[in-house]
């Protein structure tokens, strides 16, 4: 049997894993551009074929077709060229044992832990919990960045943030979380200055 899903679909509110799982199958065979860090220091990774910025003051940077941020995440990147594991402390912030390291954003940017052009292998969204939904990438060098949810018990009132979200050049926002709901909505990603 066959069968097809629709790219430029819409998606409200869902809890069926199986079609999250098929809007994430779009990443398999995407380049690896770029990694950033936005505001708040959210991790982004840039997928696809470069993309200009419609911002004059962006334009020294690449912008991929796919933007992913690991938004109320935390995050582990385990690179196979560098041999090191990098990853997001459990509280954003802390002591870390003597074996870990501190790094800034900038040295995770330029740390080429995964290099630029390394394709995606796989792209699989993690039912954690009743709560909440991962997501994992492995590259084809044998690189792996998961995103884990990371939900405070005392977040009452405030606004709801997505666990992580992709954009893509279909003009669509897969927006996952908070909890184990997702939803795939229409978008402005070429506006986006991340």
Not at 170 to 183: C, E, K, M, Q
């Amino acid at each position: 049997m066959l069968a097809a899903i629709d790219l430029n679909g819409f998606e409200a509110d869902s809890k069926d894993c199986l079609l999250l799982q098929a809007f994430l199958q779009q990443l398999v065979g995407q380049p690896l551009l770029a990694v950033r860090f936005s505001y708040g220091d959210e991790l982004n990774l840039h997928f696809g074929r470069p993309q200009p910025h419609r911002s004059p003051k962006m334009a020294h940077l690449v912008r991929g077709q796919y933007i992913l941020g690991a938004r109320a995440s935390r995050w582990q990147m385990l690179s196979a060229t560098t041999a090191k594991l990098i990853r997001m402390p459990v509280n954003g912030s802390g002591p870390l044992a003597d074996e870990w390291r501190p790094l800034t954003p900038q040295q995770v940017e330029q740390g080429d832990f995964i290099p630029s052009g390394t394709r995606v292998a796989a792209a699989e969204s993690l039912a954690l919990d009743s709560e909440s939904i991962g997501l994992m990438l492995a590259f084809m060098d044998g690189s792996v960045l998961s995103i884990i949810p990371a939900r405070s018990t005392d977040e009452v009132g405030v606004a709801e943030v997505a666990d992580w979200e992709l954009f893509t050049p279909h003009a669509r926002w897969l927006r996952v979380g908070p909890g184990a709901r997702w939803s795939c909505l229409p978008s402005r990603a070429d506006e986006m200055s991340s």
